[in-house]
């Protein structure tokens, strides 16, 4: 949905991607190769629903082969058009490579308002496509692996298995065809909260560093920072959560669908995820500011020191750029912030924490997913009782040694294996700690990058080029 009509989604991305492409000397032809999408897949299906039949337009772009399985989410939206699926597709190709995660991007779109439908015949849709995309061979374990986005979760993602298999049930990998799949069907423990986690130890990495910080007058460490989420969907409502529970960190707004709240003294927003969920409304929550409907994008211009975007591409754009008075923007929507408006908040002095690094936890956990998938086994099946043995004989020879006895609560900490959702979250702290300071560094050495995304692009595009003259293909 372009709120920016002077630039469109799909620009801004490839303006970027010029951006930063200065930075690096690769020829014009790789260049080319790296910026462009591999293949577009368009098709326009029928689907029955009640008497009638209705035409159903969707998409899935690959937009990198220069490693395969191809990546990316398939979103339900009314919005979904070509070019904002190639914009994804593209974004997706730079996070994998950002994050060091081993494919090319893709994305899918389904022109569809999800909240139109019964279950249903959402069920027979999402069937549908799967058949369109088994028929084109645009997916499968090695070929293209989708996985949820903007409308689509869970459920939707286990139809798909479960179609996929129907046509493929004697492939042994079937189960990796598709990622974000409930536990139960295959599935990896994290992966749900895994983008706001992610985007939780991005912002907190960003804002341990002291000398960043002092550049924004702000103290070191996300313990006490005011920050305002736009969107609680799954994304934004696990970044609230972890990081109020986690970092310490005081939610003192969130936009929403409905209207927007606002209070500058925080609120706790497991208090106000109740609240919703019984009054169908955040508006109306006790002791906060209630913004309506028709003004609920104005939540992302009051004061505070962290705004998150975590809803659509385009919501802050040259006609609100000036307003937003946060000093940090932690993008994790893909694309919130268009090409001309974020121009305007460099200028302004702001600390960008850009998309394709920030949202990137949600593949990194789909990657582990598929992994468990390949390797038919959970992460920790082997170790945990070994590693548990081991520790607590650890812990008994100090308690001999040193002559006191370590509390159960204490043993309980150090002599215990890891299951498999430590495992993933702590691949995920990894992940997104040491992603922060590659591209952190990538600005530091070329004092010439001007802002984070830019250095994210050229670190991405670097590693893609690597893999293209790993193949030869170019000189
Ligand atoms: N849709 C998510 C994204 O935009 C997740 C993609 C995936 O896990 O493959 O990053």
């Not at 209630?290 to 104005?298: A, D, F, G, N, V």
Request: include cysteine; charged fraction near 25%.
């Amino acid at each position: 949905m372009s709120q920016d009509r002077i630039v469109s989604f799909y620009e801004s991305v490839t303006n970027f991607f010029n951006k930063a492409a200065q930075f690096t000397s690769h020829p014009e032809g790789l260049l080319k190769q790296i910026q462009v999408c591999n293949a577009v897949y368009r098709t326009l299906f029928p689907v029955k629903i009640g008497d009638e039949v209705r035409v159903i337009e969707a998409y899935r772009v690959q937009h990198s082969h220069h490693r395969t399985p191809t990546k990316g989410g398939i979103r339900y939206s009314i919005n979904v058009t070509q070019e904002e699926v190639m914009a994804l597709a593209t974004l997706m190709s730079y996070k994998c490579a950002i994050v060091d995660v081993p494919f090319g991007g893709a994305k899918g779109g389904v022109k569809i308002n999800p909240w139109d439908y019964t279950p249903d015949v959402l069920e027979r849709i999402t069937r549908r496509y799967t058949t369109e995309l088994i028929a084109r061979n645009f997916i499968g374990p090695s070929v293209d692996v989708p996985a949820p986005d903007y409308g689509t979760g869970e459920r939707e993602m286990a139809w798909i298995y479960d179609t996929y298999r129907t046509f493929k049930g004697a492939d042994i990998d079937a189960a990796g065809v598709v990622t974000g799949k409930p536990v139960n069907q295959h599935g990896i423990r994290g992966r749900k909260e895994a983008t706001g986690r992610g985007v939780y130890y991005g912002a907190r990495e960003a804002c341990n560093i002291p000398e960043d910080m002092k550049k924004l007058g702000l103290s070191t460490g996300l313990k006490n920072k005011r920050m305002i989420v736009q969107g609680l969907g799954n994304v934004g409502s696990y970044t609230a959560m972890i990081s109020q529970d986690e970092g310490g960190a005081i939610i003192v707004g969130i936009g929403e669908f409905e209207g927007a709240i606002y209070n500058p003294d925080g609120f706790n927003i497991h208090e106000v995820m109740k609240f919703r969920q019984e009054n169908g409304s955040i508006l109306g929550f006790p002791g906060a500011q209630s913004i309506p409907k028709e003004k609920r994008e104005s939540i992302l211009e009051y004061d505070c020191d962290i705004l998150v975007p975590a809803a659509l591409e385009e919501v802050i754009n040259y006609k609100n750029a000036a307003r937003i008075k946060a000093k940090i923007i932690a993008e994790a929507a893909n694309g919130p912030i268009t090409s001309r408006a974020e121009e305007i908040l460099l200028d302004a002095g702001k600390l960008i924490i850009p998309d394709v690094y920030l949202n990137a936890g949600g593949v990194t956990v789909s990657y582990f997913e598929w992994l468990k998938n390949l390797s038919h086994m959970r992460f920790g099946r082997l170790e945990k009782r070994f590693d548990q043995q081991r520790l607590e004989k650890l812990v008994q020879m100090v308690e001999r040694e040193v002559g006191r006895l370590v509390s159960d609560e204490e043993k309980a900490m150090i002599a215990r294996g890891a299951d498999e959702i430590d495992l993933v979250r702590s691949g995920l702290e990894e992940t997104m700690i040491n992603a922060y300071h590659q591209i952190r560094k990538e600005k530091e050495d070329n004092p010439k990058i001007p802002d984070l995304r830019t250095a994210a692009f050229v670190n991405a595009i670097n590693k893609i080029s690597n893999d293209y003259m790993a193949m030869g293909i170019f000189p």
